[in-house]
């Protein structure tokens, strides 16, 4: 059981808007910066948004991201068949003294 | 360009031992936290181990604390993950990871491209 809470899968058709929830508590998200990772099977993991809401260079503004409180949000617009993947959030727990991750959410673009 | 090599991975016996390293290139090594994620089959990213760009300092999730130790020699450019104790649980594609700055282990921007870590007598 992970730290964070994210739904176990999403999907949308192409063209259109997702939002993948990633929940946990004061000691992580609530204190911490949040990082968004896509991850296609037998591949690297891919930054997508770090310190909450900022994007690596090379990733598209079609990936925003957002933290209110304890819990924070990746956003996917304009979907394409090239987003399927697992996606997972991740921050440092201030109580445990370590990262913790999502279990991910399996995104289909239908 | 930034290049995460990692190595030492392969079938160890439960209870036994296995040194991964990751050799690093294309950055100043000493300028970046580095850290071990690994993703067991069917399950998600789990984060294992963190150490900072100066060495001085090192984090582990609880699954692995008193039985995994990493460290770097950033003369070396090279981090290394110390897995004693092995279990079942601990099969795993282990991830190389590099961090946006000196103490970043939650952001991670560049990854190895793992090294496969069975657990089986």
């Known amino acids: 059981q992970s730290v964070l809470t994210q739904p176990p899968s999403v999907s949308a058709a192409p063209g259109q808007k997702v939002s993948i929830s990633c929940s946990g508590s004061?000691?992580?998200?609530?204190?911490?910066?949040v990082s968004w990772y896509q991850h296609l099977p037998g591949t690297a993991p891919k930054l997508l948004i770090y310190?909450?809401?900022k994007r690596p260079s090379g990733i598209p503004d079609r990936f925003s991201g957002s933290r209110s409180g304890t819990s924070a949000t990746l956003g996917i617009t304009g979907l394409q068949t090239g987003d399927e993947a697992d996606y997972y959030c991740?921050?440092?727990?201030?109580?445990?003294?370590?990262?913790?991750f999502g279990g991910g959410t399996k995104l289909t673009v239908l | 360009e930034v290049q995460l090599l990692e190595s030492g991975g392969g079938l160890v016996q439960p209870g036994g031992s296995l040194r991964l390293s990751c050799a690093a290139s294309?950055?100043?090594?000493?300028?970046?936290?580095m850290a071990w994620v690994r993703q067991a089959p069917g399950k998600g990213l789990e984060w294992v181990s963190g150490?900072?760009?100066?060495?001085?300092?090192?984090y582990s999730a609880d699954s692995v604390k008193g039985r995994f130790a990493v460290s770097r020699d950033n003369s070396k450019n090279t981090m290394y993950l110390q897995m004693n104790s092995l279990r079942a649980e601990d099969a795993a594609v282990y991830y190389c990871?590099?961090?946006?700055?000196?103490?970043?282990?939650?952001?991670?921007?560049?990854w190895g491209q793992g090294t496969l870590v069975t657990v089986s007598s």
């Open positions: 991740g921050t440092w727990d201030s109580s445990l003294r370590a990262v913790v």
């Open positions: 150490v900072r760009g100066s060495g001085d300092k090192t």
């Open positions: 990871a590099k961090g946006l700055g000196p103490g970043s282990f939650n952001e991670i921007d560049n």
């Open positions: 310190e909450n809401n």
């Open positions: 294309g950055f100043t090594f000493s300028n970046y936290a």
């Open positions: 004061s000691s992580n998200i609530g204190s911490n910066y």
